[in-house]
């Protein structure tokens, strides 16, 4: 289970169900893992978000991502306010790649 700022995201549904007593936080969706970014899904499981690794810079930072009709992944370049405030991000710029490398690295 992932908390980000209070915002709990699982690997699967499972862990919601097993932790569902004790849980500190809102359950906002899932995660799933990859070696360069961290995808974010809803409830309903629809892609929303992603954290991504930035492989010219070695920086991390959020950016909207969605599922294209024929089954492509669309990452944009940076991320909307609704994405930042359910992924639970600071809203100055280098809090914000702070927490985003944090996170990154904290995730396994």
């Known amino acids: 289970m992932m908390n980000l700022n209070g915002n ?7 862990e919601f169900d097993q932790a569902q007593p ?3 936080g809102t359950p906002k969706g899932f995660y799933k ?8 899904f809803d409830m309903e499981h629809r892609l929303f978000g ?11 930072g ?3 991502a969605c599922l294209l009709d024929d089954g492509r992944k669309f990452y944009q370049h940076g991320a909307s ?6 992924l639970g991000s600071p809203r ?11 996170t990154f690295l904290s995730a396994a």
Do not use: C, H, M, P
């Open 8 to 14: 709990l995201y699982a690997a699967k549904q499972a």
């Open 22 to 24: 004790n849980l500190v």
């Open 33 to 40: 893992r990859y070696n360069n970014r961290i995808e974010f």
């Open 50 to 60: 992603a954290l991504v690794r930035f492989s010219d810079s070695g920086g991390y």
């Open 62 to 64: 959020f950016v909207n």
């Open 81 to 86: 306010d609704r994405t930042l405030a359910a």
């Open 92 to 102: 100055t710029y280098l809090a914000e790649r702070d927490y985003a490398k944090a």
